[in-house]
């Protein structure tokens, strides 16, 4: 098992936060307005019988001057 695994394991919450610096993302027309993605690795479940479920876990986040923004990314698609 990783070491990054085992602290995930030992904490209530672990997220990760995927840059989009040097990638093809950082172009795309989904993401132009984000500068990366916010994944929710692990919630806490505490005193409960299961854990909580949020509606989406496709989150992305902005850096504004003095923000740290994190939000609901809405993408539509064409069929």
């Not at 984000?34 to 949020?54: C, D, E, M, Q, R």
């Amino acid at each position: 098992m990783s070491l990054i695994k085992r602290c995930e394991h030992l904490c209530d919450t672990a997220v990760r936060l995927e840059s989009f610096a040097g990638s093809e993302k950082e172009t795309g027309t989904v993401y132009r307005d984000y500068h990366g993605l916010f994944h929710v690795n692990k919630l806490p479940a505490i005193n409960t019988l299961t854990s909580h479920v949020p509606e989406s876990f496709d989150l992305a986040f902005k850096l504004r001057r003095k923000k740290f923004v994190i939000e609901v990314r809405w993408c539509t698609s064409i069929f």
